[in-house]
């Protein structure tokens, strides 16, 4: 990590939901919650909480020098709404092929 930035991840304590459009996208009581210097806090996803088919890859990539390469997923009409590190950093390991969206409700 660069001095003074921090990323910690650990399980959420809370029922996460994805909603867009009024479609569900995604629910899980097991989601990892990352948090990073001077970002909001974003809730990771296990993809078997997610609704993949309803998802189409994007061609969107994105690199952060603390968690690595992003890839990008889109509905019809919202673009790169979630995204997924296949090859994190060491520090942030666990977020692994987990998805992370924009919009979540968390209970």
Excluded at 11 to 38: C, F, I, K, Y
Excluded at 60 to 74: L, Q
Excluded at 79 to 86: G, N, P, Q, S, T
């Amino acid at each position: 990590m660069t001095r003074g930035h921090r990323i910690t991840v650990e399980p959420s304590e809370r029922h996460v939901r994805v909603v867009h459009g009024g479609q569900l996208l995604a629910e899980s009581d097991r989601a990892l919650v990352l948090h990073e210097t001077g970002c909001t806090p974003r809730y990771y996803i296990p993809p078997e909480d997610v609704r993949l088919d309803l998802l189409t890859p994007s061609d969107t990539r994105t690199h952060c020098p603390f968690k690595g390469d992003a890839s990008y997923w889109s509905l019809p009409d919202a673009a790169d709404l979630v995204w997924a590190y296949r090859e994190p950093k060491a520090d942030v390991a666990a977020i692994k092929d987990h998805l992370c969206f924009y919009e979540v409700e968390t209970g």
